[in-house]
């Protein structure tokens, strides 16, 4: 059962963990992944700031996976956000178009049919522009899905928002409220898809029970190969 969320800093980097009761760990054990992001599990009998002070405990071995991941990523090659740059959008692909306009107050972004234009007022910009686009993008996909499976197993989604986190691709809270990374539109949209179904069933299990994993399952039959995936080809949802 997932009981919270809190942060974890170490230096100068802050970190999202989750809390997960279970009743079968016999100790308390950190789990990190790219996919997964940082969990704390708490035995059922173990106090909750008892398995904190070992989290603490352990911010040497969580700030060297972090740094693993940061070094895949940076191993992956940047797009140059430039005219012509073509840009995966789930299923789709828009070539980027970029217009600097030195006198422009405001900046923009807008599709039109396979291009996304861009107005700047210096060439700089564009990358921000260009993450905004995204984040607005992946709020809509994501509200709409959600919705959708929600609906399927007869539980409410309250909220959506969407954040810029590489450590955890989606969190869904006790008040069914759901995070999404943006990155996620940079990946196929069956995988987006997976993670949507991921956290919606924690609406129904809060664990990651068997019978939340045969949630899941039942939900999405790409699951596995959704999530090997993700463990492949994380690092690689960059701009």
Same mark, same amino acid.
């Not at 173990?46 to 940061?70: C, G, P, T």
């Not at 396979?114 to 910009?125: E, F, K, M, S």
């Given at each position: 059962?997932?009981?919270?969320? $809190? ?87 828009? !070539? ?7 006198? $422009?107050?405001?900046?923009?972004? !807008?599709?039109?049919?396979? $291009? ?13 522009? !260009? ?13 709409? !899905? ?30 069914? $409220? ?62």
């Amino acid at each position: 059962m997932i009981i919270g969320q $809190r942060t974890l800093t170490i230096g100068q980097e802050r970190y999202v963990y989750s809390i997960r009761r279970s009743r079968k760990a016999k100790h308390i054990n950190v789990h990190v992944s790219v996919a997964d992001g940082i969990e704390l599990v708490v035995p059922w009998r173990v106090a909750v700031r008892q398995a904190e002070s070992f989290l603490h405990e352990k911010q040497a071995w969580i700030a060297e996976r972090m740094r693993l991941s940061r070094q895949l990523r940076s191993d992956v090659p940047r797009r140059q956000l430039v005219s012509g740059t073509v840009l995966p959008v789930l299923d789709q692909k828009l !070539v980027l178009e970029v217009i600097v306009e030195p006198l $422009r107050k405001r900046t923009t972004a !807008v599709l039109r049919h396979n $291009r996304l234009v861009i107005h700047v007022a210096r060439a700089p910009q564009t990358k921000a522009v !260009v993450t905004r686009w995204y984040r607005q993008q992946a709020d809509i996909y994501f509200t709409d !899905v959600t919705a959708q499976i929600a609906l399927d197993i007869e539980r409410q989604v309250t909220r959506i928002s969407i954040g810029h986190a590489r450590s955890q691709w989606g969190s869904c809270s006790a008040a069914g $409220r759901l995070s999404f990374t943006w990155r996620l539109l940079l990946a196929p949209e069956w995988v987006a898809r997976y993670v949507a179904v991921h956290e919606v069933a924690h609406l129904a299990h809060s664990n990651r029970s068997p019978a939340y994993w045969q949630l899941v399952h039942q939900l999405y039959d790409r699951t596995q190969k959704a999530r090997a995936w993700l463990r492949r080809h994380g690092h690689e949802l960059e701009l």
